[in-house]
């Protein structure tokens, strides 16, 4: 499938970033996201139904010592706060991919998470770009929950 990079969006304006305006070192705030109990819980119960999601009384005699988000609903967080902070500005085009995923610690009910992007590279070819990013999760009190690498294509800026 090929993209026709000369008709560009009517939601992309004079101040969307493109790939042109990004350099690798660039950071993004992205804002915070508190996870409730009845979310952690709800969302575990329809797509990730195991007894350390979705029963508090099981999941306390467990490993963890209590509930935990799913790692799905952990990225579909980051996810949410990306967009916010980052993609839905941007001249994006498509993800590539999403690599080296990792869990570093479990994300608890009523968890505060502040994400993070980190512009890793930029590589330009004809009207667009593929750029990578290093995305984090981090609580409240700066413990890291989430870590993962991101490539994603960007148009270039018009002429």
Do not use: C, N
């Not at 993209?3 to 705030?29: I, M, Q």
């Not at 969302?43 to 509930?67: C, K, M, N, S, T």
């Not at 085009?93 to 869990?103: K, L, Q, S, Y």
């Amino acid at each position: 499938m090929s993209v026709d990079l000369t008709r560009l969006p009517d939601v992309w304006t004079d101040e969307t970033l493109f790939a042109d305006d990004l350099t690798a070192g660039d950071v993004f705030e992205l804002g915070s996201y508190t996870v409730s109990t009845d979310e952690l819980t709800g969302f575990a119960a329809h797509w990730d139904p195991q007894f350390f999601h979705v029963d508090r009384d099981a999941a306390d005699r467990g490993l963890f010592g209590g509930l935990i988000a799913s790692g799905i609903h952990t990225m579909a967080v980051f996810q949410r706060l990306s967009v916010a902070g980052f993609w839905e500005r941007s001249a994006t085009i498509a993800a590539r991919g999403i690599r080296d995923v990792r869990f570093v610690r479990p994300v608890r009910p009523e968890s505060t998470l502040t994400g993070r992007l980190l512009v890793e590279g930029v590589r330009h070819r004809d009207g667009r770009s593929l750029v990578t990013v290093r995305g984090a999760l981090a609580t409240d009190t700066g413990e890291a929950v989430l870590e993962m690498i991101v490539d994603a294509y960007l148009a270039r800026r018009p002429a």
